[in-house]
């Protein structure tokens, strides 16, 4: 359950129901069905401040990785409505299935505002005759209030 003054999330269709974690760091995750894209929107947030996202991949050898583009490795591209972020991940899983970790700044607002994040694999991997593969899971999704922790330390 939240607690009070958290920011809510919103979750598009394309994201499954919560399923249990890999370990006891990450307890819960959300996967994206198929190759998505998927987004979400959290807020209110007030700026400045980050989002932290992690997002699982699936263990090699679950399974047939189909690439979705003439890209020759697996990526994930992100994108963000607060700020105009953008980025891209690599989405080629180590030997324990790993993650990829990113942040997402959110600029100074003069208002309270609602960020649409989308997430958007290149890549998929079906298990046995599994119509529907997967390809990310959403395991970490964390607000930061304040300016990024970088500029806290920097002697200007």
């Not at 891209?88 to 100074?108: Q, R």
């Amino acid at each position: 359950e939240p607690s009070p003054g958290a920011p809510a999330v919103r979750f598009s269709p394309s994201w499954l129901p919560v399923e249990p974690g890999r370990d006891g760091q990450i307890v819960a995750r959300r996967p994206l069905a198929g190759a998505g894209p998927g987004t979400f929107q959290i807020g209110p947030l007030q700026g400045p401040g980050e989002i932290l996202l992690r997002l699982g991949l699936p263990v090699p050898g679950s399974g047939r990785l189909e690439r979705l583009s003439t890209e020759v490795t697996s990526k994930i591209r992100l994108s963000s409505s607060c700020g105009d972020f953008q980025a891209e991940l690599a989405g080629e899983p180590g030997v324990d299935g790993s993650a990829v970790e990113t942040v997402i700044p959110v600029p100074v607002t003069l208002a309270p505002v609602e960020c649409d994040v989308k997430i958007e694999p290149n890549f998929l991997v079906r298990t046995g005759d599994q119509a529907d593969g997967r390809s990310v899971s959403l395991e970490i999704l964390a607000w930061r209030a304040g300016p990024p922790e970088d500029a806290e330390t920097r002697d200007d």
